[in-house]
């Protein structure tokens, strides 16, 4: 029985990267994505997922399908969010669920971001839920940690919380895009999806790296430090910041045991190309999140030639362009 109507509804959300990495969850409630520590963030424009559900009382089981194929193997994490969202709702309707991605899904480019982000907007719409953008953030969160990001749009920050029940570690925008419209470039090197999914690498990271308690000690001071740098528009300073954060993220993760490497040939390839270019006063600057694609981030007028430079790096198969984007919306 159902306390409430259900409807059809689509949403779109962006994808994000933090410029501050999320990595590592709190002890306790493993299944609602608490992080270790917070994060802050940059939504984008053009990288999205689509999502519609459509409740229908005569389905004994939810349908989910992805670019118009079942995928067995991602439908119980979605079908296990639908439950949640049901409970929420009191209902037991299930739902057909259909997404699609404009990019490479599983492969380090924040498709569960905007995937959780869109399916927690479209369900609870579907579902008759009326969530506050908060209340959605930590719907989205408890499907993908990153996911609460990406309700917002521009640069965003996902407090760590304290509280056992996680009811204060949401999201929250603290600049819109038109702030400051910096440009992004993925270079991709590869579209497979990755072998490590990052639940498993931050578990393994907390679990056996001795550089994981170093690298949770540093992170309030790198995200007031990123946050005084786009408030101040310093391209250095923020470039700065982020590549701390990226290559700490990632010296913790190597150091596990087994090392959890998320890189290839082509990816620290490109970290250096970005490295010559800023030498020579380009403003842009790396971050790689659990995948080996390299985003370039850039002040606009340096989008042509990082753009080229990326092109021309053995391995990279193409570069994705995106600039900053909105937050989730309902669309149908
Ligand atoms: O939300 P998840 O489980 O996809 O984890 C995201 C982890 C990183 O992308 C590496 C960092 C981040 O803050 O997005």
């Known amino acids: 029985m159902s306390s409430r109507a259900e409807r059809r509804a689509t949403a779109r959300a962006n994808a994000n990267i933090a410029l501050v990495k999320y990595w590592g969850k709190r002890e306790g409630n493993p299944g609602r994505n608490l992080p270790a520590v917070g994060s802050f963030s940059i939504t984008l424009d053009g990288l999205s997922t689509t999502t519609t559900i459509t409740p229908d009382a005569s389905l004994s089981l939810d349908e989910y399908r992805r670019g118009g194929e079942p995928r067995p193997q991602e439908a119980a994490r979605v079908i296990g969010f639908m439950d949640q969202v049901r409970a929420l709702a009191g209902s037991t309707v299930k739902a057909r669920v259909e997404t699609d ?3 490479p899904t599983g492969a380090g480019l924040a498709s569960s971001a905007s995937g959780f982000a869109a399916l927690a907007k479209a369900a609870s719409t579907a579902y008759g839920l009326e969530l506050d953008d908060r209340e959605l953030s930590m719907l989205a969160r408890d499907g993908s940690g990153s996911a609460a990001r990406s309700i917002f749009g521009g640069f965003v920050r996902w407090q760590r919380g304290e509280a056992a029940d996680g009811n204060d570690s949401f999201a929250e925008p603290v600049f819109p895009a038109t702030h400051w419209p910096l440009r992004v470039l993925v270079g991709v090197t590869d ?3 990755k072998a490590t999914g990052s639940t498993d ?3 393994r990271t907390q679990e056996t790296s001795p550089y994981f308690d170093g690298w949770v000690a540093g992170q309030r001071a790198d995200l007031a430090e990123a946050e005084a740098a786009v408030a101040e528009k310093d391209f ?3 470039a700065a910041v982020s590549e701390y954060s990226c290559l700490k993220m990632h010296a913790s993760a190597q150091a596990a045991r087994p090392g959890v490497i998320y890189w290839n040939a082509a990816t620290v390839a490109a970290m250096h190309v970005v490295r010559t270019l800023r030498e020579s006063g380009t403003p ?3 971050t790689i999140d659990a995948g080996p694609q390299l985003k370039a981030v850039c002040e606009p007028e340096a989008e042509s030639s990082v753009a080229k430079a990326l092109a021309e790096v053995d391995g990279v198969q193409r570069v994705i362009s995106a ?3 909105a937050g989730v919306e ?3």
């Open 236 to 238: 250095e300073r923020l």
């Open 201 to 203: 690498g931050m578990i």
């Open 323 to 325: 600039g900053l984007g």
């Open 284 to 286: 842009v600057f790396f």
């Open 101 to 103: 991605n404009t990019f």
């Open 191 to 193: 579209e497979n999806a």
């Open 330 to 332: 309902v669309i149908e």
